[in-house]
T-cell receptor, first 114, second 115 residues
């Protein structure tokens, strides 16, 4: 079945550092890929998405590129802020009939110190 | 526009009791999804409901778990005779028709602890 593997946390960075959170996937079809973010005490929010190979999703300074050849969708940000501290989830949906069914990674806790 | 509401946020039950988790979707959304996050695991799909219909319950345990989304009122996830292994965070999401590719909007979750 489909699965998502993402970088184990927690990740601790200083403000303005470069961030990478790795995410790889296995899927039977041609999935859409997502990054969700969960701030403390809140629900998951969609951060960015990509629906086909070589697409780059971007939002709030975060970017991720859909790499079909390496089955990866790594999240990057050039300069993190304290307000980026949250849990980040990589996810996929397989459009082959059950596109509503999201498959998530375990989540990566990011803490950014001033 | 209020987001997805879930209550309670924290629920403690003794083994053998029933747990009822509520989810109110965003205004205008008629599609609801429940996910479970066990400790050290990612969120796992449980069930997809439309008003008065269960569309896909392939992720629901076969026994003790049930879900509904009545014509009026919130969606309810019910766990009967809870066991320690049911301790988890339960997330609800809602969307417009997923066939149009709309994203799912998540609630803050209910943390269930079974003692």
């Amino acid at each position: 079945g489909d699965s998502v593997t993402q970088m184990e946390g927690p990740v601790t960075l200083s403000e303005e550092a470069f961030l990478t959170i790795n995410c790889t996937y296995t899927a039977t079809g041609y999935p859409s890929l997502f990054w969700y973010v969960q701030y403390p005490g809140e629900g998951l929010q969609l951060l960015l998405k990509a629906t086909k190979a070589d697409d780059k999703g971007s939002n709030k300074g975060f970017e991720a590129t859909y790499r079909k050849e390496t089955t990866s969708f790594h999240l990057e940000k050039g300069s993190v802020q304290v307000s980026d501290s949250a849990v980040y989830f990589c996810a996929l949906s397989d459009p082959g009939g059950s596109n509503y069914k999201l498959t998530f990674g375990k989540g990566t806790l990011l803490t950014v110190n001033p | 526009n209020a987001g997805v509401m879930q209550n309670p946020r924290h629920l403690v039950r003794r083994r053998g009791q029933e747990a009822r988790l509520r989810c109110s979707p965003m205004k205008g959304h008629s599609h609801v999804y429940w996910y479970r996050q066990l400790p050290e695991e990612g969120l796992k799909f449980m069930v997809y409901l439309q008003k008065e219909n269960i569309i896909d319950e392939s992720g629901m345990p076969k026994e003790r778990f049930s879900a509904e989304f009545p014509k009026e009122g919130p969606s309810i996830l019910r766990i009967q005779q809870v066991v320690r292994g049911d301790s988890a965070a339960y997330f609800c999401a809602s969307s417009p028709d997923p066939r149009d590719g709309y994203e799912q909007y998540f609630g803050p979750g209910t943390r269930l602890t079974v003692t």
